[in-house]
């Protein structure tokens, strides 16, 4: 006898046991299994300073969905966890939590104390993300996680750099770089918010050398680099200045000579058309300086004061120099005007300070010779296959157009916490890459002369992680990890690093193992606020993942995200959307306790059955109408679901078994039931092959579901589990987490059964609506009639069928006939075919009234379609409201136009009967 499930569906505790059993059972450890194909995902590391947020929740989420399906599929799983050292964001939470505990710098600290400091901190707080993992119940080999400054990284990493160095492919120099002038280190791409400020133009003389009581005026949101100048650019297709190209100005407040140089490049209609070129100080001008080989001025200090280059105001911070170059500007006659304008100025994301285009030397990895394999892998060979796939599949353009414009990697960063340079220098500054740490006394091998000292910066964080999918596995071992599970086949990832990461991923493993790192890139959505704004601490409108597993479960939480994302598109999420996965979560605990109520005799009535009788339920051989139209929709279901996941449809796959659950399990097929299980209809036999029917569907409707929402599914399949093993006569697994993927068979498609429970259900329905639209209780018996086209329809709807429909449309009297008579005070549906259902209204509403309800429900939606017809003709309007309010209107007037339609319907049908 099964165990009875709790009224009420509880979610916290049900998690922590589940959660706890799986991994005592070691359920999801990766052993290597020569008789399993593997199927390798390699969690993309947050880092290690990170909390869990709605982009980690759904992304862990659709990894979690995969991994499950593929362990439920047979495959031997490995889907390997860990974290980021973060370089910089890591080094920016210690430095500030020792200035605030201790008073302290880390300059004051010294290198060696401040790195103990910081594997203190990751030690206390590192694992905190990884946690919150556990929460969301993220199937991870918990037992190989990594950390990219572990031991076996380290090394890897250190053999990465001393290959590329030893094919010249890394070098040092002096390139413009991003750069952080309060934490005073190179920063990448990834490590900047772009902020909209509001500033000024200045439109400042440059006189001519040769008249110089003329000038050409130039606009810059810049004043302060003016000191870095070596020309200003003018478009040569601008007739103002054609014959001004060639000629020499001087440099406000310097003097200094520089030319006019002529670049179709310069946007002619940016303020005056004329712009000054600091090659040292922005990247488009350092393009420029190349292309017109201009001398390249730095004119800042590391901590982001001007320089001597900047004469009277050296020692001054940038930012604060501004105001007193502008007014000595306009001392000398040189300031022509000021004008308001508003633009992105980039910030650091860990110092939230501008971030300054910088003349640097630093190290670099040359990217071309490594981008061609990468290019090649996203690109079909003549068979038509592709190394590398994304998915959606318009992301390749991204990856492919940075790769084929790549630029050259700055690797290093003036950072503690890293991995340090693996270079070592004599005392005449020549350098040598190596493996390991040189012992004291170690020469340098073309010198001759000891080395002495080791690099002074690390490497960009991008350097260990490009390695990820394979350094974790043994690299540059040739381990049996990294033979059995490499290459990886899943990586699901944000579109932001799409060049930052995954290009490099690319790139970095067709160079050290000849092979793509992964099968398949999945990009996916970015969750965006209702209003669909990213959500950001500075706005205050983040959803914390965890407040909302407190609240609605975390299979509400998981069920929802890839409910809301439909193929490429972007997620707006309101707190109140994950009451759908809530209600959802409750309808299948209440229909799964409903068949467990009903399945009290189930173990003793399938004893006193032969075993071919017994075997014979337990394959589904039905032959009742409504049993065929499950186990046929069951068999869809499958087909559906696992083909939307073969493909990565998570949204496509989510939506069919929440259709097969909601709509033809509990809604109809339970219901249809119930006369067989309450009352005994059909007999004993007809009750058992009912709960046999029940219990197997119930079955495959967790199998299906478990990926998505592992444990509800788990907790009621536990209960179900005794259930299945009299049924059919073996041990199932401990666990749903590893019980096999249920598989479609084809002639369980049960075609002409489904055909005809459909056409009931189609009665059945228009029957409801005519219930709803005349405000008819359900409680109230009506007398309904079905008007057929031919007798195939007629005999499409049995005996059984018909009272199948009396009951659950609570019908005083059914008939279906060829050429039914329609009652005078009838309400009609037609079904299409010729077909049409007849309910009587004598006697059932008072006509005038309803008339008058009518007349007056139409003139109120009229006057809303009236006014939403007005709100949308109008121009200004349409233009100046933000695009999903205008959406919404649209969409409300559309609905209120076939409302409008319906009641206007009504009032012919009724108006006749009202006189």
Known sequence: MPAEMPPRFAPGTMESKWYTFWNEHDLFKAVRDIRKKPYTIMIPPPNVTGALHMGHALNNTLQDIVARFKRMQGFCTLWLPGTDHAGIATQAVVEKKLLKDKGITRNELGREAFLKEVWAWKEEYGNRILNQLRRLGTSCDWSRTRFTMDEGLTRAVRESFVRLWEKGLIYRGTRLINWDCKLETAISDDEIETTELRG????????????????????????????????????????????????????????????????????????????????????????????????MINVLNRDGTLNEQAGAFA???????????????????????????????????????????????????????????????????????????????????????????????????????????????????????????????????????????????????????????????????????????????????????????????????????????FSTVYIHATVLDEQGRRMSKSLGNGIDPIDMIDKWGVDAVRLTLPLLTSEGQDIKLSESKFEMGRNFCNKLWNASRFVLTNLADFEASLAALTPTERAQLAEGNVTELEDCFIEGRLTAAIVDVTDALERFRFNEAGQAIYRFVWDDYCDWYLEVSKPRLYEGKGGEKSRLTAQATLVRVLDGILRLLHPYCPFITEEI????????????????????????????????????????????????????????????????QIHATLRASDAQTVAMLGRSEQETIRKMANLSRFEAAVGAAKPQAAATVVLGGGNEVYVDLAGLIDFKMELLRLEANRAKVADGVGKLKTKLENLSYVERAPKEVVARDREKLSELVVELQRIEKHIEEVRPLAK
């Open 200 to 295: 000024h133009l200045w439109y400042i003389k440059y006189p001519l050398k040769d008249t110089p009581e003329k000038s050409v005026v130039v606009a810059t949101t810049r004043p302060e680099t003016l000191f870095g100048d070596t020309a200003v650019a003018v478009n040569p297709h601008d007739e103002r200045y054609s014959n001004h190209i060639g000629k020499t100005l001087l440099l406000p407040i310097l003097g200094r000579e520089i030319p006019i140089i002529g670049d179709e490049t310069v946007a002619k209609d940016f303020g005056t058309g004329a712009v000054k070129v600091t090659p040292a100080h922005d990247f488009n001008d350092y393009e420029r300086g190349q292309r017109f080989s201009l001398p």
């Open 315 to 517: 020692g001054q911070d940038r930012i604060k120099a501004r105001k007193p170059v502008v007014e000595e500007l306009d001392r000398l006659g040189l300031l022509d005007r000021v004008e308001d304008h508003t633009h992105n100025v980039p910030h650091s994301d860990r110092s939230k300070t501008p971030v300054e285009p910088y003349l640097s030397d630093q190290w670099f990895v040359a990217m071309k010779p490594l981008a061609q394999p990468a290019i090649a892998a996203v690109k079909a060979d003549a068979a038509g296959k592709r190394a590398v796939t994304f998915v959606p599949e318009r992301w390749d353009k991204v990856y492919l157009g940075w790769l084929e414009k790549v630029r050259d990697w700055c690797i290093s960063r003036q950072l503690w916490w890293g991995h340090r340079i693996p270079v070592w220098y004599d005392a005449d500054g020549n350098s040598v890459a190596l493996r390991e740490e040189p012992a004291p006394g170690t020469l340098h091998p073309k010198s001759g002369k000891p080395l002495v000292r080791q690099d002074e910066d690390v490497l960009d964080t991008w350097a260990s992680s490009w390695l990820w999918p394979f350094s974790t596995l043994g690299w540059p071992d040739k381990t049996a990890d990294l033979d059995y599970f490499y290459p990886t086949h899943f990586l699901s990832t944000d579109r932001g690093i799409i060049y930052l990461w995954v290009a490099r991923m690319v790139m970095a493993a067709f160079e050290f193992t000849a092979e793509q790192p």
């Open 717 to 780: 399949w536990q209960n179900l589990r005794p259930l299945l093993a009299a049924l059919r006569g073996d041990t199932p697994p401990i666990a749903l987490a590893i019980a096999a993927w249920p598989k479609a068979v084809k002639d369980r498609l049960f075609a002409d059964a489904t055909r005809r429970f459909e056409y009931m259900q189609q009665v059945m329905r228009a029957l409801r609506n005519v219930r709803a639209e005349h405000q008819i209780e359900p409680k109230t």
